[in-house]
């Protein structure tokens, strides 16, 4: 048997059909930019996520310089990041003429603590911070941060391209968020077929201000009143998204079981599997587990002979890139990023994994010596 790492192609039927019938339509409508399906999924993907407003835009990067820029990140302002992530956290911060601070992530959960914001805080005094949700939960300190944030008056940005669908004590982590975004590359949990993103808020005046920046700062048709961008989400992949979240529950709950099997059956003291704080409800996005960095080449050789693919989100930190240097404001780092980078190792995990897959896998690795 091989299995793959990920498998974005396993649609329901159903969904297929009707993504089909209304692209059809689509092409016979003409509006491709803007119309209403734009209307439909922005108050669909408010509905799910329960937040107060909810946009469409062209990606995951653009939602979060946007974002930045509509909470009220200016030009040189200093921008707390951490040194886990996507390298497209450093460079919205980049993009949008800000600076970007790293500070390092816990060896225990991978995320930001509380703790090392408030040092970071204090040591660097930003205008702005982004804590991102990896792996599918919420940064088991969120509510901590989020409050420390409010008291020092730094404002918090909250990078959800793996979150959609968690939840914090049974709630959306989106309906406390200030302000957040989120990527639906086709591989994220709410997938387009091509790129789209999307941001969230609970403030009127973030979401006016971002409604124009996402499309050549508009304030009426022909007069601008910000600079912007062209990042409006297209009707195409606003058909296919709508269609998609109508599934999204279905796809999470084969996803979550996916990652409950691993963390159950895999019994291999090579691996340390990671998981969401006791109050989060995870979304499935990946399955996570922790090696020595000396035990891990071995392992993955012994997936590829067994051909199972696997990932390690992500492979290096932050600060360490080649395209940091030069940006960079300052970091604090107790080499954690860099370890959990060299540690890391994701089994295979997508929604309508057969029970075969999974079982394969569970044995295989259990196999492992
Ligand atoms: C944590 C994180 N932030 C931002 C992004 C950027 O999203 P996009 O690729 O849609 O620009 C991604 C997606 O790859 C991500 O995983």
Redesign the pocket.
């Known amino acids: 048997m091989k299995v793959p790492f990920i498998d974005i192609l396993r649609y329901e039927k159903n969904f297929l059909e009707t993504v089909t019938e209304r692209t059809a339509a689509l092409l016979k409508n003409g509006h491709f930019v803007g119309g209403p399906v734009i209307a439909e999924f922005e108050t669909s993907l408010k509905n799910y996520t329960k937040t107060e407003f909810a946009l469409g835009c062209a990606?995951?990067?653009?939602?979060?310089q946007v974002a930045l820029r509509a909470a009220g990140v200016e030009k040189n302002d200093r921008v707390l990041i951490p040194d886990m992530?996507?390298w497209?956290?450093f460079e919205a911060v980049v993009n949008v003429g800000a600076v970007p601070y790293t500070v390092d992530v816990s060896k225990e959960h991978l995320h930001l603590t509380a703790a090392a914001m408030k040092e970071a805080i204090e040591k660097f005094n930003p205008k702005a911070a982004i804590i991102?949700h990896?792996y599918g939960w919420a940064a088991p300190e969120t509510l901590e941060i989020r409050k420390l944030c409010q008291e020092k008056g730094v404002i918090l940005i909250e990078?959800c391209?793996?979150a959609i669908g968690v939840k914090i004590n049974d709630q959306s982590l989106l309906t406390g968020a200030f302000v957040a975004?989120t990527?639906?590359?086709p591989a994220?949990v709410l997938g387009a077929s091509g790129?789209?993103?999307g941001i969230f808020t609970t403030s009127s005046q973030v979401s006016q201000v971002a409604n124009k920046l996402l499309n050549h700062g508009r304030t009426s048709h022909y007069e601008h009143g910000f600079i912007g961008w062209n990042s409006r989400l297209g009707a195409y992949e606003a058909t296919f998204l709508v269609e998609s979240l109508k599934h999204l529950e279905a796809r999470l709950d084969s996803r979550r079981e996916v990652c409950a099997q691993y963390r159950m059956h895999i019994k291999n003291s090579a691996l340390k599997f990671i998981g969401p704080s006791a109050n989060v409800t995870e979304n499935g996005y990946l399955s996570v587990a922790l090696m020595t960095p000396e035990s891990r080449p071995a392992f993955i050789e012994y997936l590829k002979k067994h051909d199972i693919g696997y990932g390690t989100v992500y492979p290096g930190a932050m600060s360490e890139q080649p395209g940091a240097a030069g940006h960079i404001g300052g970091k604090i780092s107790h080499g954690n990023a860099d370890w959990i980078a060299k540690s890391v190792i994701n089994l295979p995990c997508f929604a309508y994994m057969t029970k075969a897959e999974v079982d394969f896998v569970i044995e295989t690795v259990n196999q492992y010596k």
């Open positions: 990606n995951g990067t653009d939602a979060i992530t996507f497209a956290t991102v990896l990078d391209a793996q975004t990527s639906f590359y994220k790129d789209a993103g």
